[in-house]
C-alpha cells in the first residue's frame, strides 16, 4: 500500500489539526514516556489514526465531561444556542473564535485525561490489576462515551433542523 502521509495531512482542517491530531500526539508521547503504557508505533500511517482517535476520544471528554462540569460550577457561562446560532449570522468571526475556545477545552481534556492515566498506571501496578480488566474497562468507556457523543450531535442537528424549519 502506498500512502502519502503528506496528502493525508494536508486532507485534515486546522479545527481537526489541533483539536484531535495535535493532542493525540500529545497524550501519547507524554502517556508512553511517564506510564507503563507504551501506545508508540513505527508505521506512519497507523501512528496518524491512532493519533487522531485518540485526540477525537480527548476531545469528545472535553465536550461531554469538562464543558458540563466548568458550566455546572459556574466556572464558564454560555450563551442559549439560539443566540449563538443567530450571533454567528451576523458575526463570523464567532464561529473562528468558538473554534479557538472548543481548542482550550481540549487542552483542558488533554491534561486531566494525563493526570488520570498516571493515576491510573499507578493503580494497576500498586493492586496488580491484569491488563485485560484495563482493556475492558477501556472499551465499556469508550462505549459509553461515543454514544453520549452521538446522542449530543443528533440533538444538535435536531436544533439546527428545527430552527431551519420554523424561519420557513
Do not use: H, W
Not at 500500500?1 to 482542517?13: L, T
Not at 507503563?36 to 496518524?48: E, G, M, Q, R, S
Not at 477525537?56 to 450563551?79: C, D, H, M, N, Y
Amino acid at each position: 500500500m502506498n500512502v502519502n502521509v503528506k496528502e493525508i495531512v494536508e486532507k485534515i482542517s486546522s479545527y481537526n489539526l489541533f483539536n484531535n491530531l495535535l493532542p493525540g500526539v500529545l497524550y501519547v508521547y507524554v502517556v508512553s514516556n511517564i506510564a507503563n503504557f507504551n501506545l508508540l508505533v513505527d508505521n506512519v500511517v497507523i501512528a496518524i489514526f491512532l493519533y487522531y482517535f485518540v485526540g477525537l476520544v480527548i476531545s469528545r471528554l472535553g465536550s461531554l465531561v469538562i464543558e458540563p462540569l466548568l458550566q455546572e460550577t459556574k466556572f464558564v457561562r454560555f450563551a442559549k444556542y439560539e443566540d449563538f446560532l443567530s450571533a454567528s449570522e451576523k458575526d463570523e468571526k464567532i464561529e473562528l473564535l468558538s473554534e479557538v475556545n472548543n481548542t482550550f477545552r481540549t487542552l483542558i481534556s488533554l491534561f486531566a485525561l494525563i493526570l488520570l492515566t498516571i493515576l491510573y498506571d499507578k493503580i494497576t501496578v500498586r493492586f496488580c490489576i491484569p491488563i485485560e480488566i484495563t482493556i475492558i474497562v477501556l472499551f465499556i468507556l469508550l462505549l459509553a462515551l461515543f454514544l453520549f457523543s452521538y446522542r449530543k450531535q443528533t440533538n444538535f442537528i435536531t436544533k439546527r433542523v428545527k430552527r431551519l424549519n420554523d424561519k420557513q
